[in-house]
């Protein structure tokens, strides 16, 4: 049974601060990772995909892969009050499926 | 071009009746899924359709049905409604990126179910 766990917070930064999210997964043939923002009462928004080991950088948002130790993070950069949502960590699942963390509440305080 | 399309976004049904939930992928997406998420469960895959047949399923019962048209639209029916089925019913569109092997998936807005 694949897995991808988060840690549920809720992480707390101040506003221009770093926010670090991370997220481990059990299938070590894992290849591709996606991190999704949903904000309260709405969806979740595919804000990064990253395919191969080492560091994906988008604006704000940089996205590491450790393939070795199975890990998985987002770092959000000079962090905003609009950031606060949750983040949910997702991988492939054994039925072409994805399969998703519980997320982390990230709350950015002004 | 337009997102995921889903409708209706808000539902309340009686226990024992039964509900179809619609979803329109975006334009040349083939495959659609659908997930179910829960403040306790989190986001939970349902099914798969690609080209009009169920290609993958998750561990629900019979009850959840699904399946897409010609058009790549896809229907959700939850028969027998019970209490647990309140949940957020999220669809998803993917398309397979040219010369990567991989896939990324688009979630329409999700139809809010409460089951009363």
């Known amino acids: 049974q694949k897995e991808v766990e988060q840690n549920s917070g809720p992480l707390s930064v101040p506003e221009g601060a770093i926010a670090s999210l991370n997220c481990t997964y059990s299938?070590?043939?894992?290849?591709?990772f996606f991190w999704y923002r949903q904000y309260s009462g709405k969806s979740p928004e595919l804000i990064m995909s990253?395919?191969?080991?080492g560091d994906k950088e988008d604006g704000r948002f940089t996205a590491q892969l450790n393939k070795a130790s199975q890990y998985v993070s987002l770092l959000i950069r000079d962090s905003q009050p609009s950031d606060s949502a949750t983040y949910l960590c997702?991988?492939?699942?054994?039925?072409?499926?994805?399969?998703f963390g519980k997320g982390t509440k990230l709350s950015v305080k002004p | 071009k337009a997102g995921v399309t889903q409708t209706p976004r808000y539902l309340i049904k009686t226990r024992g009746q039964q509900v179809t939930l619609s979803c329109s992928p975006i334009?040349?997406?083939?495959?659609v899924s659908w997930y179910q998420q829960t403040p306790g469960q989190g986001l939970q895959f349902l099914f798969e359709?690609?080209?009009?047949?169920?290609?993958n399923k998750g561990n629900f019962p019979g009850r959840f049905s699904g399946r897409q048209f010609s058009n790549s639209r896809s229907e959700m029916n939850v028969s027998t409604l019970e209490l647990g089925d309140s949940a957020l019913y999220l669809c998803?569109?993917?398309?397979?990126?040219?010369?990567?092997?991989?896939?990324?998936?688009?979630f329409g807005q999700g139809t809010r179910l409460t089951v009363v």
């Open positions: 334009s040349g997406h083939r495959s």
């Open positions: 998803a569109s993917s398309f397979l990126i040219s010369g990567t092997g991989n896939t990324e998936a688009f």
């Open positions: 299938d070590r043939g894992s290849q591709s």
């Open positions: 997702a991988g492939p699942g054994s039925q072409g499926n994805l399969i």
């Open positions: 359709y690609f080209s009009e047949t169920q290609r």
């Open positions: 990253i395919y191969s080991n």
